[in-house]
């Protein structure tokens, strides 16, 4: 993140653990001498918008309230995030709004609506904070804020189209954003992914990638790399990366990329509910967004000059998502769907980066003392770490 001026968000990216509150935010700041594109707020608030918890009401409404000074001058700049995704996760992993402290010194409604579920709409789901204007004695009133229509993606669609990365400005080089210019790009490889659902019998109800369902190995796949080669564990090269099984299968796939290779991921939403997707160990460059089928010709539409960068991206229903990646970082990186559900029940899948040149500084080699499972649990145990020595 060292070029990445802006703001972020962590999560652990096992189990149900960001379910459980394991998430947070990160601001990379500017050095003073790089300009920002836009005036310096006067505070900053980093607001994560996901599922509603059942709190204490009464607390809640002293606790989750921003306090701001009126006036003409005053800024307030906020971070909204998705927390978990489930079935109504907010549209975009991280995005700024600005708000204008121009209005009567008051309090005002901030309100997240679920735009997907499967119930009828019902007002427990929406999530509703207070603007509260310093040395305002006025409550909020009147209706929650309207939100867009919940079931058509015409308006985020062109709004995810109309977001570029600013050229000129944030850049941590004398060259401005040219880490962010990807026209010179030669792709090496070339991924289509198509995210749907199988279902086996009335109880059993799977999602897949190119119909075939991720099923999770006892033993971790690194500890299978680097023991056996991944032999047992995890089957190499055998997903099919741009094309569809005719048949559903369940397994555990694993693909490869090349190192330092350019990939382009075409991610495809069979589905009739937004799709969101995460890669780990990387950030790309989001290049297109389409409806209905993807093709090559659809590359005509691609934006490669200015295209933002993102670790999560949305992938619209019946429509496909596109992204670059440049594949400098070895290891293995998990490629999933952020729906919670569907990624349990298999949209997932491991993409094997392998560097051949053995320097630790690139892919550090596990301890001595490493525990040993799985397959591997019969091992002979390795000898613990060395105490410290005390003079």
């Known amino acids: 993140m060292k070029d990445q001026i802006g703001s ?15 998430f947070g935010p990160i601001r990379v700041n500017n050095r003073e001498v790089i300009a920002e594109p836009f005036e310096k707020p006067e505070e900053e608030f980093d607001l994560l918008i996901g599922d509603w918890s059942y709190f204490n009401y009464k607390l809640a409404r002293r606790i989750f309230r921003l306090q701001v000074q009126g006036g003409p001058i005053d800024r307030l700049h906020m971070l909204i995030n998705g927390k978990m995704p489930f079935n109504n996760p907010f549209r975009y992993p991280h995005e700024s709004f600005e708000v204008e402290e121009d209005r009567p010194v008051s309090d005002y409604y901030i309100a997240a609506t679920p735009s997907q579920f499967t119930e009828p709409p019902n007002d427990d789901l929406n999530g509703v904070a207070v603007l509260h204007y310093r040395g305002s004695t006025t409550k909020p009133s009147g209706p929650l804020p ?67 369902s991720y099923t999770t190995p006892t033993t971790p796949l690194k500890l299978a790399d680097y023991l056996a080669d991944g032999v047992g564990v995890y089957r190499l090269n055998e997903f099919p990366v741009n094309s569809t099984k005719k048949v559903f299968e369940q397994g555990t796939f694993v693909a490869s990329g090349i190192h330092k290779g350019w990939l382009e991921i075409v991610l495809v939403n069979d589905l009739n509910i937004f799709d969101f997707w995460h890669l780990d160990g990387y950030r790309f460059f989001v290049v297109g967004f389409g409806d209905g089928e993807w093709s090559p010709a659809s590359r005509d539409t691609y934006n490669i000059v200015d295209a933002i960068v993102r670790s999560t991206v949305q992938v619209y229903p019946k429509g496909w998502t596109t992204v670059y990646v440049y594949m400098d970082d070895p290891g293995m990186w998990n490629l999933r769907s952020q729906l919670l559900h569907n990624w349990y029940f298999g949209q997932e899948l491991y993409v094997r980066v392998l560097d051949a040149d053995t320097n630790p500084t690139k892919e550090k080699p596990p301890p001595m003392n490493l525990l040993r499972c799985g397959i591997f649990a019969a091992a002979s145990t390795p000898a613990p770490s060395p105490s410290p020595a005390f003079t």
Request: overall charge positive; hydrophobic content about 40%.
């Open 146 to 212: 309207a939100g867009p229509f919940p079931s058509h993606p015409t308006l985020s669609s062109d709004q995810a189209r109309s977001i570029r990365s600013n050229m000129t400005a944030g850049a941590a080089r004398s060259n401005p954003q040219g880490s962010f210019n990807v026209t010179n790009a030669t792709i090496s490889q070339t991924f289509i992914l198509v995210g749907s659902d199988a279902v086996l019998a009335s109880f059993f109800h799977y999602y897949a990638i190119n119909n075939v």
């Open 8 to 22: 972020f968000f962590y999560f652990p990216s096992i189990n149900f653990q960001k379910s459980a509150g394991g």
